[in-house]
């Protein structure tokens, strides 16, 4: 009688133990409602910022410098020291602008002088056409943007803007 109730117990939890195995295969239903991202850290930007920064003293410069995450809501903004005020605006542009068009802005403002169809995008309120603004890559996925401003050059601020990449962490500046 107590090899019954051993056997009978024995096969009904290998019953329950299918049973959970035929569960756990069932593929995962996509929701289509919902992506996930991955963000940009406040951490992050301190680290952007250092390393432009960083250029910014190698090319004895003090620049403001703003950075946004892939919304385009500002996760750092700061103005350098002696910088004109305009320059913390005009970097938050800059990095809106890279951001919603993907682009840097130096690239962004070569290309449009060359193309009459172009032209007028600096007509749009938020975008700015300066250089210093780059976009920022994560698996090549866009995870925000920086601006730079303050540079004394095109060159020198989107020169400062590309440098503020973290390669080892995957961040860049260029896609």
Known sequence: MKYLIFLFVFITTLGFSQKKVQEQLKPIQKNKYIKTVDL???????????????????????????VLDHSGTIVLLTKGDGVGPHNTEAARRKAYTALSTKTSTLLLVRNAERNNDTKNLNTLPELLLLSGGVPLWHNGMLIGSIGVAGGGSPENDDAIAKSASIPEFGILSSN
Do not use: C, G, H
């Not at 930007?45 to 910014?56: D, I, S």
């Open 40 to 66: 940009l850290t406040q951490d992050a930007a301190f680290e952007l910022m250092k390393r432009a920064n960083q250029e910014a003293q190698r090319l004895s410069k003090n620049v403001s410098i703003a």
